[in-house]
């Protein structure tokens, strides 16, 4: 079991941001790892799901923002998180 945290890529100003969410998972990847290539085909869990679907802060610029995009979402191990 490792705990992960979301990232996901900003459509505003490009950079990674953190979602402020946090999953535990049975058999993830070692590394930061993109969702679409996790759970290719496969449902995503309901508390990545809802991650996506949150819209959040850009803290660059302000704006409002959300990721749909499984290619632009990641989760990055918590022991990797600095
Ligand atoms: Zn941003």
Redesign the pocket.
Known sequence: MATYSIHFL?N????E?QVGTCITLEAGPEDKASVSDIYHGRDLPLQIATAKSNITW????CML?SQEDNDRVFLVPMANVK
């Open positions: 900003c505003e100003c490009g950079q941001h850009c803290p660059k610029t923002t």
